[in-house]
Nanobody, 123 residues
């Protein structure tokens, strides 16, 4: 069983940047595709980005394409989400998750989830 712990969230002004980290323990991190999702108050959890096992394949939601970058370091069992040009509408709790298949866009396709980290973007 994979355990995931996110970090790096916080309060930032619009236009600023943050880098989220998600460290995995237990299980074989490199065998999983990883994803980032977010959930704003009163809204459903939505897909943000995903990366394949090797890190060579990535896919993004249209709302973050060109601003966010997902990456991973299998030696450190960690996946990252670099967020640039942040907007107030990016405010949400951000979750990382592990899936057995790449390019999974739905929450039910992910087997393991972290507890989330809050990102707040002020205008």
């Amino acid at each position: 069983q994979v355990q995931l712990v996110e970090s790096g969230g916080g309060l930032v002004q619009a236009g600023g940047s943050l880098r989220l980290s998600c460290e995995a323990s237990r299980g074989t991190f490199s065998s999983y595709a990883m994803g980032w999702f977010r959930q704003a108050p009163g809204k459903e959890r939505e897909f943000v980005a995903t990366i394949n096992w090797s890190g060579e394949g990535t896919y993004y939601a249209d709302s973050v394409k060109g601003r966010f970058t997902i990456s991973r370091d299998n030696a450190k069992n960690t996946v990252y989400l670099r967020m640039n040009s942040l907007k107030p509408e990016d405010t949400a709790v951000y979750y990382c998750a592990a899936a057995s298949v790449y390019a999974a866009l739905k929450t039910y396709e992910y087997r393991y989830w972290g507890q989330g980290t809050q990102v707040t973007v002020s205008s």
